[in-house]
């Protein structure tokens, strides 16, 4: 089993829909957790860090769930410009071990 | 504020040549990262420094070598250069372990190999 597993998409949604994407570890010491955001060809930004007690930003909201080992992201309201891929991403025990998952493609259609 | 800085952006070379990319932050970070990713894999970890002085090998070291020349700068080089390091590179920045803190990645630096 991989250590941080994404949705495998592509998801194809109509602008102003909501999706959801999620993400499950396996490593129970996990302690940091975050989305990034990669566009074709470019580096992975942060889009959000993603908190105990779950935390919104705009139209994205991330939750965790430590009891279930998974972290989701909501998008809502999609805008063309949310098309990227997604990167869930682990740091184990706040030490130098960053996991990524392979990440989860999304476009959103005119 | 220019973050976390790679050269060159673009680079081609034949098998068997040897390069060096380079890597600076202006962060004050401590730890620093090379990744690699490849079409439809993740990012995977090659070599990473916790701190100035320090270097340890990631889940694909083998083929490079990297050099901590400073806080600020941390080097990935390739001694015999191979078609299966056709890849793009990030390097990646954060704070310290202990403090939960994200990566901050560089544009990165498309290699081919031929």
């Known amino acids: 089993r991989k250590e941080v597993e994404q949705d495998p998409g592509p998801f194809n949604v109509p602008e102003g829909a909501t999706v959801a994407f999620n993400c499950t570890y396996s490593?129970?010491?996990?302690?940091?957790f975050f989305w990034y955001r990669q566009d074709c060809r470019k580096e992975p930004k942060l889009l959000m860090s993603?908190?105990?007690s779950g935390n919104e930003d705009g139209r994205f909201t991330a939750q965790l769930n430590r009891a279930s080992q998974y972290i989701s992201l909501l998008i809502r309201d999609s805008k063309l410009s949310d098309s990227a891929t997604y990167l869930c991403?682990?740091?184990?025990?706040?030490?130098?071990?960053?996991?990524f998952g392979p990440g989860t493609r999304l476009s959103v259609l005119p | 504020n220019a973050g976390v800085t790679q050269t060159p952006k673009f680079q081609v070379l034949k098998t068997g040549q040897s390069m060096t990319l380079q890597c600076a932050q202006d962060?004050?970070?401590?730890?620093m990262y090379w990744y690699r990713q490849d079409p439809g894999m993740g990012l995977r970890l090659i070599y990473y420094?916790?701190?100035?002085?320090?270097?340890d090998k990631g889940e694909v070291p083998n083929g490079y070598n990297v050099s901590r020349l400073n806080k600020r700068e941390f080097s990935l080089r390739l001694e015999s250069a191979a078609p299966s390091q056709t890849s793009v590179y990030f390097c990646?920045?954060?704070?310290?372990?202990?403090?939960?803190?994200?990566?901050?990645f560089g544009e990165g630096s498309r290699l081919t190999v031929l």
């Open positions: 990646a920045s954060t704070r310290a372990s202990g403090m939960g803190g994200e990566l901050f």
């Open positions: 490593n129970s010491a996990s302690q940091s």
């Open positions: 993603v908190y105990s």
């Open positions: 991403v682990v740091n184990i025990d706040y030490g130098q071990n960053f996991v």
């Open positions: 962060m004050n970070h401590n730890s």
């Open positions: 420094s916790a701190s100035e002085g320090t270097t």
